[in-house]
């Protein structure tokens, strides 16, 4: 029997191919077309408009990167909005701070019965936490609309084709930056710069007029083709960007934070970004 291949379509020219080794979903759910399937190298993987969302091997990196860094930065945390996610890995890793509040929004109903279902280890049962609660629907309706206030805002969203597309919008930061509580930070997956180059100089020219600091920081997330991903930070407090290594480590500590990625010094070395991006924004 022939090999089956997935081949991602996001760039133009260039990409990466996974060895489809078993099927376990492969469907349009009336939003987007979701598969799930198994490679030997990467667990399952989860792709959405032929685009890898998160395969099981390297999702820890991504997911405690957006969730950590800004819940430990802060400090006080007691309540987070997740946008979209609707895999339930940011849930499991935002639920591991036993004294905070989550909602997240997810716009497809099915991503989450669906990965509930194939990718199970991904919520590991946080969907049922008494913590959580789940709204569908989209997530900028939700933020123009809710008068609940949050001290993080992650937002785990797709690229900004499709359903994603707002959430990379000028009025998208305006409404999040509304429904921040004093002191709190948005955060949100911003592309891999290497291939999407204009993600970061769009989203600081679109993010920064709405916080007192506005950054990125970064991660290599293995099936994100191209290099190491930005993560897009935007806050009205600049100390926290520079909570100490010390007081990181404290905090991560005193909730028995147990990670695979992320650390302390993790945290803080991500803040350091390479010249070409540097310049970029800059220039933005
Ligand atoms: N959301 C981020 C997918 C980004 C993929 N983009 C890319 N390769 N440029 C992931 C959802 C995981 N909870």
Excluded at 110 to 124: G, Q, T
Aim: proline letters at 4%.
């Amino acid at each position: 029997m022939s090999e089956r291949w997935f081949r991602e379509t996001l760039h133009e020219g260039i990409g990466q191919e996974i060895r489809v080794d078993e099927v376990y979903f492969e469907s349009d759910t009336g939003q987007q077309a979701l598969s799930i399937f198994g490679n030997r190298h990467l667990g399952r993987v989860m792709t959405l408009d032929g685009v890898v969302q998160t395969t099981e091997a390297d999702e820890f990196i991504y997911h405690e990167m957006l969730a950590h860094t800004p819940i430990l930065a802060h400090g006080n945390v007691e309540s987070v909005l997740i946008i979209g996610g609707g895999d339930g890995g940011m849930l499991r890793e935002v639920l591991k701070h036993p004294a905070l509040r989550v909602t997240q929004v997810e716009i497809d109903q099915a991503v989450i019965d669906l990965a509930r279902e194939y990718l199970p280890n991904h919520s590991a049962g946080s969907f049922d936490d008494p913590r959580a609660t789940i709204v569908i629907a989209d997530g900028m309706d939700f933020v123009r609309e809710t008068d609940q206030r949050f001290d993080v805002i992650i937002s785990d969203s797709t690229d900004p084709v499709g359903p994603g597309e707002v959430l990379f919008t000028d009025d998208f930061y305006a409404l999040a930056k509304r429904c921040l509580a004093p002191g709190g930070v948005l955060v949100t997956q911003n592309g891999v710069p290497f291939v999407q180059m204009e993600e970061v100089i769009n989203t600081r020219r679109r993010m920064s007029p709405h916080f007192v600091d506005m950054t990125f920081y970064c991660a290599a997330v293995p099936t994100y083709y191209g290099g190491i991903m930005t993560f897009a930070w935007g806050t009205d407090d600049k100390a926290l960007r520079r909570t100490s290594l010390e007081v990181l480590g404290w905090r991560a500590r005193h909730v028995g934070l147990k990670t695979r990625y992320y650390n302390a010094a993790v945290h803080q070395g991500a803040f350091a970004l390479p010249q070409f991006l540097v310049e970029a924004i800059e220039a933005a």
